[in-house]
């Protein structure tokens, strides 16, 4: 069983206000499980009565429209936690978690995380600013949905992946999105993002091999992001 007071998602979320004695308790009630590419973690309408803690790969948060297209809204990384608002809010999941890579995650029940609630102050700060963090990501995403053009929220986008997840040895972009899901980022349909990914590596913004793409001038991108 994983120490929770030796692991590295303590350092990087809410966790961090707890002490040994109520990590260890921690330890002794959650689960852990491995997750594969492609795997659901939770789905959208699924009661998770708990919090699960990020603790390798990443994962993209998304909801299914009325015309059965994948809109992603975020994107989850190792040190993060998931389902913190539903838990607290008592409602079914509004989005569903599926691994872009293998994950490792661990599962915290409601109860104790509720317990936690109760006798670590600090603790309920922190899973505060957490959410309300999430909430100002997803104003901050709604307008640059209804501001910027699709070629803008695409540059922003690569900058994105670019930044925060870094690249693979042959310089290619580490999180591989498909058209499709790429697309769903930014709100358009497959064949428009296709059209401006092509559009990019005629400037020689980004590089094109086969479903990969390099970042060959993020100077230029940014520009366009902005």
């Known amino acids: 069983m994983g120490k929770c007071e030796q692991c590295i998602v303590r350092e990087f979320s809410s966790l961090k206000a707890l002490n040994k004695e109520e990590l260890t308790r921690i330890a002794e009630c959650k689960t852990s499980y491995s997750i594969k590419k492609g795997e659901h973690i939770f789905e959208e309408g699924e009661s998770i009565n708990g919090i699960y803690c990020v603790k390798g790969g990443v994962c993209k948060l998304s909801k299914l429209s009325a015309n059965?297209?994948?809109?992603?809204?975020?994107?989850?990384?190792?040190?993060?936690?998931?389902?913190?608002?539903?838990?607290?809010?008592?409602?079914?999941?509004?989005?569903?978690?599926?691994?872009?890579?293998?994950?490792?995650?661990?599962?915290?029940?409601?109860?104790?995380?509720?317990?936690?609630?109760?006798?670590?102050?600090?603790?309920?700060m922190n899973l505060m600013k957490t959410i309300c963090g999430d909430l100002k990501e997803v104003s901050d995403h709604v307008v640059s949905m209804s501001q910027k053009t699709v070629k803008e929220r695409l540059a922003e986008t690569l900058v994105y992946l670019h930044e925060t997840f870094g690249k693979n040895e042959d310089g290619s972009l580490r999180i591989q999105l498909s058209r499709e899901e790429l697309a769903g980022m930014i709100g358009t349909a497959t064949e428009s993002c296709i059209r401006l990914l092509s559009d990019f590596n005629k400037l020689g913004f980004i590089e094109l091999a086969g479903k990969k793409i390099v970042v060959k001038d993020i100077g230029k991108l940014k520009r366009i992001a902005d």
């Open 68 to 124: 059965g297209k994948d809109q992603i809204v975020k994107l989850v990384k190792s040190g993060e936690l998931l389902g913190q608002r539903s838990m607290i809010s008592g409602e079914p999941a509004n989005l569903s978690a599926v691994a872009l890579e293998d994950m490792e995650v661990c599962f915290i029940p409601r109860s104790e995380v509720v317990d936690l609630f109760d006798k670590n102050n600090q603790f309920s």
